[in-house]
């Protein structure tokens, strides 16, 4: 099994400009949700999934969108990137919302110039 | 709202002791806590999974305990090498979500 993962591992923005991180799972879980992780702030909750075509916010969702149109799917898009969007991001699946654990991606490393 | 908390933010021993990393929450009604590990400019690692009925689970030189009435955990790290330097999250889970603590950073000194 893959696990989750997550492309590209670094990327590199203009303020304004838009794009998308991308997420997949290979192991049926229902649960899916991003991070970012900031020095000083650690792990943030932005959006997160309890199934397919089910979304909701977390603790820092402005910038951000997500959907979830298949299970093994999650993509957090940047609307219009701003150099505060600079951070590490990571996303992470569970078999279902509650009790299971978690596996995380190895993370995205994004900086908005 | 439930808030997570590490004790220390950053820890330096001398190869070959044991040790106890602290990890504290104020909601005591969580569904599980789970230890993390993280080396620099990596993802995260999980370590051990200890469910809200249980009250410690072992994997290796690795023990955590879990006491949802004080709302405390606690990561022993036995006979530790320099191989176990790294940033030690801890996080629990309730409603669709987990917190993470900040985490406690590391040092084994050979």
């Known amino acids: ?98 009790g299971n654990g978690y596996t995380f991606g190895s993370g995205t490393r994004l900086t908005v110039v | 709202k439930q808030e997570v908390t590490q004790i220390p933010a950053a820890l330096s021993v001398p190869e070959g002791e044991n040790l106890v990393l602290n990890c504290s929450f104020t ?8 230890w993390f590990r993280q080396d620099p400019g990596k993802g995260l690692t999980s370590l051990l999974l200890i469910q809200s009925s249980q009250r410690e689970q072992t994997s290796g030189r690795l023990n955590a305990s879990l006491d949802k009435s004080s709302g405390r955990s ?15 999250l801890c996080a629990v889970d309730r409603d669709d979500k987990i917190i993470f603590g900040k985490g406690t950073r590391l040092h084994i000194l050979p």
């Open chain 2, 27 to 34: 909601d005591s009604a969580i569904y599980n806590l789970q």
């Open chain 1, 1 to 98: 099994n893959a696990g989750v993962t997550q492309t590209p591992k670094f990327q590199v923005l203009k303020t304004g400009q838009s794009m998308t991180l991308q997420c997949a799972q290979d192991m049926n879980h229902e649960y899916m949700s991003w991070y970012r992780q900031d020095p000083g702030m650690g792990l943030r909750l932005i959006h997160y999934s309890v199934g397919a075509g089910i979304t909701d916010q977390g603790e820092v969702p402005n910038g951000y969108n997500v959907s979830r149109s298949t299970t093994e799917d999650f993509p957090l898009r940047l609307l219009s990137a701003a150099p505060s969007q600079t951070s590490v991001y990571f996303c992470a699946s569970s078999l279902t919302a509650q």
């Open chain 2, 74 to 88: 606690t990561l022993y790290i036995a006979a530790s090498q320099p191989g176990d330097s790294a940033t030690y």
